[in-house]
């Protein structure tokens, strides 16, 4: 199984980018999936989830202005981001869970110019 993010770019405040997960060897339809950023000099955060049962969760900062989501045929993850901040600067990762095992994108920057 892996895990390829990719999409992130420098953009301005209240732009919007969107992020893409190619998730080979996962079955989406099975598999929790979620997106994590990580700012310089501070942990890594959860952002998004989407369960096997298509259910999204958001950590209260990004709702109403991220969606994650998913083409299980294609075996893509998602995540669109409008209305970008400062405070969003980060690294984003994808995380997927398959057979009880956590797995980790790359990672991709996403830095917001204000």
């Known amino acids: 199984v892996q895990l390829q993010a990719s999409g992130g770019g420098l953009v301005q405040a209240g732009g919007s980018l969107r992020l893409s997960c190619a998730a080979s060897g996962f079955i989406l339809s099975a598999a929790p999936m979620g997106w994590y950023r990580q700012a310089p000099g501070k942990e890594r955060e959860f952002v998004a989830r989407?369960?096997?049962?298509?259910?999204?969760n958001y950590v209260d900062s990004v709702k109403g202005r991220f969606t994650i989501s998913r083409d299980i045929r294609k075996k893509m993850l998602y995540l669109q981001m409008a209305d970008l901040k400062p405070e969003d600067t980060a690294v984003y990762y994808c995380?997927?869970?398959?057979?009880?095992?956590?797995?980790w994108g790359q990672g991709t920057q996403v830095t917001v110019s204000s």
């Open positions: 995380k997927g869970n398959s057979r009880g095992h956590d797995y």
């Open positions: 989407i369960a096997s049962s298509g259910e999204a």
